[in-house]
């Protein structure tokens, strides 16, 4: 009890694409990571993430919200022992492109921060959620193209959703909104988080003493039907103490105080927001950086060009930076951000974190807060990344051409 870890995984295909290279970081990345000394010189890729949890992400979004971790190294025989215990709990479509990497002889060992106290739960439960967060800000950048300016409008969530749906990976389209989680706005809040609990998929998961009770393990879930709602409400009833019915719309109160009460939302913002050019600014710079000819730029007109010109100018230490802080932003838009509340017994006036008040209920809870799943972004997947961009704006306005084609027609048949 107290203890989890993170294996990594490996694509089915064989290839190793998307792990990491046996010799850590590439001579590119040895440029972009150049003041990080020990960054550069890690020979292990495993550590290598590590330290970069360690000396950029911690300092960026605070000490006290960031657990690195450390390795500890395992045999082939628990890696396998583990994927053959995992992956009947994992959803088919992720079974199918990727397994545990059995290549690897270490895993991270982090604390488990869906518990209080490790190995020492006493008599008031912990309850937990996890929640990825997303990108909580609209790209306002010069360097978004004409074709892609829906970008300046619609999150990037809402439009992947569209894509995940044409792909198969989603049977719903969310309702939730980036915007609300990180509006501030203690209304808004709310309604991010009862949107995240009507369509969980794989970005809310709650916890009770550190075992699942909401949500899936190692992917997305199912839609919150009526049977998985009353379960859910049931199981809430040993730590929220509200009439029958209620327990859950308590519950997610609750996190909304704990969400605006912490301020970490505020801290993400500020990393996410070093992406200031965007993918379709971030990419010309890694062309320059990597000497290579600008695909983007080569199917442009001299017209369009002209866009990205100042990109192209820099010099290696801005088209550098432009990259780090765009890679970094990806790291904060990625990551899970996970909340634990226990519920203060009357008379406890020992106070060794923060606490909120859930005014409903009467119940004072401690809580904490850390964000987790701050893995490094490869340079080498830049390109990936502004394909992934066309694709999912290509997929989105596809999908709004043809909802306005059904509107038509049902007007026709309605006049």
């Not at 959803?91 to 921060?113: E, G, N």
Request: aromatic share 8%; net charge negative; charged share 25%.
């Amino acid at each position: 009890i107290g203890k989890v870890m993170r294996i990594r995984k490996a694509p089915r295909n064989g290839t190793q694409a998307v792990t990491w290279s046996p010799s850590a970081l590439t001579a590119h990345e040895h440029l972009l990571w150049k003041d990080v000394d020990e960054l550069i010189s890690s020979s292990d890729n495993e550590i290598a993430g590590l330290v970069f949890v360690r000396h950029i992400m911690k300092p960026l979004l605070g000490s006290e919200y960031v657990d690195a971790g450390m390795h500890v190294r395992v045999s082939r025989e628990f890696l396998e022992s583990v994927e053959k215990n995992v992956i009947c709990q994992r959803p088919a479509w992720r079974v199918d492109t990727a397994q545990v990497d059995m290549h690897c002889d270490s895993v991270l060992l982090m604390s488990d921060h869906s518990l209080f106290i490790p190995g020492n739960l006493g008599s008031s439960p912990c309850i937990s959620v996890e929640i990825k967060p997303k990108c909580g800000f609209l790209p306002l950048t010069r360097f978004i193209s004409e074709e892609t300016a829906i970008k300046r409008r619609i999150t990037r969530f809402e439009m992947h959703q569209a894509l995940k749906l044409h792909q198969g990976e989603t049977s719903l389209l969310s309702e939730y909104n980036p915007l609300d989680l990180f509006s501030g706005s203690k209304e808004r809040i709310r309604k991010a988080i009862k949107d995240l609990f009507t369509t969980p998929q794989n970005n809310f998961r709650v916890f009770i003493n550190g075992s699942l009770i909401f949500g899936g393990l190692g992917g997305g879930a199912e839609d919150t039907n009526f049977c998985i709602a009353k379960a859910f409400e049931d199981a809430l009833k040993s730590v929220i103490r509200a009439d029958d019915g209620l327990c859950t719309e308590n519950f997610l109160t609750l996190i909304a105080e704990g969400v605006q009460k912490s301020g970490v939302l505020d801290r993400l913002l500020e990393v996410q927001k070093l992406d200031n050019v965007d993918i379709e600014g971030a990419i010309h710079a890694y062309y320059d950086i990597t000497c290579q000819q600008c695909v983007v730029c080569r199917d442009l007109s001299e017209e369009q060009v002209k866009r990205y010109t100042s990109l192209h100018s820099a010099s290696l230490d801005e088209s550098l930076r432009i990259v780090k802080d765009y890679l970094i932003a990806a790291t904060a838009k990625d990551c899970s951000l996970i909340m634990c509340f226990r519920p203060k017994k009357e008379g406890d006036s020992v106070t060794v974190c923060n606490n909120v008040y859930l005014e409903s209920t009467k119940q004072t809870f401690d809580f904490k807060v850390y964000f987790i799943d701050l893995d490094l972004k490869r340079m080498s997947k830049m390109e990936e990344y502004y394909e992934l961009d066309k694709k999912i704006v290509s997929c989105y306005r596809e999908m709004i051409k043809m909802d306005q084609g059904r509107n038509e027609v049902t007007n026709l048949h309605v006049s």
